[in-house]
């Protein structure tokens, strides 16, 4: 195959020395419109795959107000500290659940997702260099979306199967940031990481800003029996996107069938000197000695626990203590 001089807007690489084969074979499978290209598909799906995450944990947060009886757990309570009721006809009647989890319990239930999410941290990041970030942030996404589904099957069967089931909701979850840490790497050319990133994280917000609100609307419903609905709706809509994901999303942009050469060029071109396909060995004593690190360790920490304590805990202290109704209760 000659070189292919002048193409200074993707860079000074020359054609011979990549993999002859895999060229050959983008140029034959090329499909996609030359206004969408592949990087930006998975910059998109890349986004709707947090929102799916952030719908689907904080989901339960809303849910858990319409699935306890609050009414009977109150009478074992001597001492309340909640806001007094100030007008009869605006105060919630409460959507009594079927379900009788005093305070104690249903803070286990609500933070069994964290105690899983933070053991899949670190492994998800080495895991994504081994065997690519696609199946893993893929089937994470996925795994979680249908234990979700399972949830009322599991909150009816037994509180300690929902434990278990959130807390395997959160090994899943743990592995999806690091999975698209290894692809955006790999995909991204320098350049554009920064903006990339910043598009597809943005999902966790959006994700969050929809499923709370949609979550007390569809818990007030008479939909699919109310709370259920809730999880219904987001495990199903999770099984839809992870249908596409596996069709239009790839490890790397080589293995892409559908990508232009131009756009391949350009992201090999751009890469810099990051050896992101090799697979180097760890400095762990380097890092726990690094003080940038660990700084990093304890902002971070810092800013979840706040975000995280908000996040969970905010649909309940507004129903149970302020007495918003259910369908105001958006966080």
């Known amino acids: 195959m000659e070189e292919m001089d002048g193409v200074s807007p993707f860079g000074s ?56 009886n609050n009414t009977a757990t109150k009478k074992n309570t001597s001492v309340s500290d909640e806001c007094p009721l100030q007008n009869t006809t605006s105060t919630n009647e409460l959507q009594d659940g079927e379900f009788l989890w005093d305070k104690t319990l249903q803070g286990f239930i609500l933070g069994s997702f964290f105690y899983g999410y933070i053991l899949t941290q670190l492994p998800g990041g080495r895991l994504a260099e081994i065997f690519g970030g696609k199946w893993l942030f893929g089937l994470g996404v996925f795994g979680t979306g249908v234990l979700t589904l399972l949830t009322p099957v599991a909150a009816n069967l037994h509180v300690s199967a929902l434990i278990i089931v959130r807390f395997l909701e959160g090994l899943g979850e743990g592995i999806t940031f690091p999975a698209m840490h290894s692809l955006l790497a790999r995909w991204m050319p320098r350049t554009e990481r920064s903006l990339a990133s910043s598009l597809v994280y943005s999902g966790c917000q959006i994700g969050t800003v929809v499923a709370l609100p949609l979550s007390g609307v569809m818990c007030a419903s008479t939909f699919l029996g109310g709370w259920p609905s809730v999880f219904y709706v987001f495990g199903g809509l999770t099984c839809i996107w992870f249908l596409f994901w596996i069709f239009l999303c790839f490890d790397v942009p080589e293995e892409h069938p559908r990508i232009s050469m131009e756009e391949l060029i350009y992201i090999q071109t751009n890469q810099g000197e990051e050896k992101t396909h090799q697979k180097p060995v760890i400095p762990w004593r380097e890092i726990f000695k690094s003080v940038p690190v660990w700084a990093l360790i304890v902002t971070h920490f810092g800013q979840n626990w706040g975000f995280y304590m908000l996040l969970t805990e905010l649909p309940t202290y507004l129903n149970s203590i302020l007495h918003y109704e259910i369908k105001t209760v958006r966080g």
């Open 13 to 68: 690489l020359s054609i011979n020395k990549m993999d002859e084969e895999k060229i050959q074979l983008v140029s034959k499978q090329k499909r996609w419109p030359s206004f969408i290209p592949a990087r930006y598909v998975l910059i998109f799906m890349g986004f709707l795959g947090f929102c799916n995450v952030y719908a689907l944990r904080v989901n339960l947060s809303v849910a858990l107000v319409s699935m306890v």
